[in-house]
């Protein structure tokens, strides 16, 4: 007779005490599993700041937002104007997550656009100043805000001593400056443009993080090593070169590597090159042009030693009967 009025309170206490005594929830009740979430679901949208960027998650309130429209957005540094990109939905709520304050309006748009101005003459200034101090440091973006700062990013190969650009920017602009180093791939994320694919870069569009690329990811889609091939715009190995990287390695799977000796119709040779998403394979044989054969034709080869042994004697039926049983391409040496 105690336990139905304790099933009222149970509800009210899942969250603190799930951690502490998780097998006591859904003893008897399993409908009280999804009342264990970690967080409550809110109204959220995304907000892309300025044109090219990516795109923020952002607390939208009860505030009825559809893609298009210019809000506020309060952050760290102050309030900046932004773009709906998101229309708003439920999700689970982020900790720490920038706050839609209102649906900007004609003074926010005059804020915002003074502030674009009075960055682009900062920006004139420090350049014209970092000329005439011959610092070997490239100032590309400024940004002013109206909590009385500006903010100058640049990339420098060298440790650079700015102090006395400091100073003077400071006592020219009347605000407080902060000079914030970045890398290439930053600079080239921030600047824009347009890359060899004839798009957009994708790390101004929507790549939210750089991804670790290496050179084998190039190899693994047979791409020419020349630097126009496979360099972006910030002279650092493409980011698009992860993208269709692990469809090639796999569908390679099925395929000879290069270099090895296989079987075909034909006799044998050895692989010259791969077509991996065709499943094609082109053999070059020592007394014959080369040709081209699906990856399901070919068997592998025993290894060059056993097949020259013999010459013209038994061996070479041995070779041919021992071709079907033998192990995978990683046998050859």
Do not use: W
């Amino acid at each position: 007779m105690t336990e139905p009025p304790e099933q009222p309170d149970r509800p009210e206490r899942a969250l603190p005490q799930e951690t502490g005594a998780p097998g006591s929830v859904g003893k008897g009740n399993p409908k009280r599993e999804p009342s264990a979430t970690s967080a409550p679901l809110i109204s959220i949208a995304g907000v892309r700041l300025r044109p090219g960027g990516r795109s923020f998650t952002c607390d939208a309130g009860t505030l009825r937002l559809k893609v298009g429209t210019r809000v506020v957005i309060q952050v760290d540094r102050g309030q900046e104007l932004g773009i709906v990109t998101v229309a708003p939905a439920l999700r689970p709520a982020v900790r720490h997550m920038p706050r839609v304050v209102r649906i900007a309006d004609e003074r926010d748009s005059d804020r915002a656009g003074d502030e674009n101005r009075r960055a682009s003459e900062a920006l004139d200034l420090a350049r014209r100043a970092i000329r005439d101090r011959r610092l070997s440091i490239k100032v590309f973006h400024a940004e002013v805000q109206a909590n009385g700062k500006a903010t100058f990013y640049f990339a420098s190969e060298a440790r650079i001593d700015f102090r006395d650009l400091v100073r003077d920017l400071s006592a020219h602009l009347n605000l407080r400056i902060e000079m914030r180093q970045v890398g290439v791939r930053d600079e080239a994320k921030m600047v824009g443009g347009i890359g060899s694919c004839g798009r957009e870069l994708c790390c101004s569009t929507f790549l939210p993080r750089f991804a670790p690329i290496s050179i084998k990811a190039a190899k693994n889609q047979n791409i020419a090593l020349t630097p126009s091939k496979v360099s972006g715009q910030c002279g650092r190995l493409k980011c698009c070169l992860v993208y269709e990287e692990a469809n090639y390695v796999e569908a390679a799977k099925s395929l000879p590597r290069m270099g090895k000796r296989v079987e075909t119709p034909d006799g044998v040779g050895r692989v010259g090159d791969l077509d991996v998403l065709r499943g094609r394979v082109r053999v070059l044989f020592p007394d014959g042009p080369p040709k081209v054969y699906e990856g399901h034709e070919l068997r592998p080869a025993a290894p060059q030693g056993q097949a020259s042994s013999g010459g013209g004697d038994g061996d070479g039926d041995g070779d041919d009967g021992g071709n079907a049983p033998a192990g995978p391409h990683g046998s050859d040496r």
